[in-house]
């Protein structure tokens, strides 16, 4: 069992900078991919970007690639997204998620088992 919690949301203005965390409780295995989702109003939930437990492999969305950097600290079990350049198409409610048997396909929503509350992200433009 993983329970995951986010944190660092809030309101920025278009061009700034935030950073989101998420907490990891119970055990992270190291075959584990930990990753962010977010999901705008109206829209379906997408991918963000993933990270390997084992060999911190990253993955990216391309509408975030050179912007957005995912980082993962084993010693204490945390995930965090340091999201610079915001657009306001950038808003959104941003989950943690964990996938406990990760396969070939990172990016879809259904290979993950565990998922946070949500932290908001709002970018005025």
């Known amino acids: 069992q993983v329970q995951l919690v986010e944190s660092g949301g809030g309101l920025v203005q278009s061009g700034g900078s935030l950073r989101l965390s998420c907490a990891a409780s119970?055990?992270?295995?190291?075959?584990?991919?930990l990753a962010w989702f977010r999901q705008a109003p109206g829209n379906e939930r997408e991918f963000v970007a993933s990270v390997s437990w084992r060999n911190y492999k990253r993955s990216y969305a391309e509408s975030v690639k050179g912007r957005f950097t995912i980082y993962r600290d084993a010693a204490e079990n945390t995930v965090a997204l340091q999201m610079n350049a915001l657009e306001p198409e950038d808003t959104a409610v941003y989950y943690c998620?964990?996938?406990?048997?990760?396969?070939?396909?990172?990016?879809?929503?259904?290979?993950?088992?565990?998922w946070g509350q949500g932290t908001q992200v709002t970018v005025s433009s």
């Open positions: 998620a964990a996938d406990v048997d990760p396969g070939s396909n990172t990016m879809a929503m259904a290979a993950y088992d565990y």
């Open positions: 119970g055990t992270i295995y190291s075959n584990y991919v």
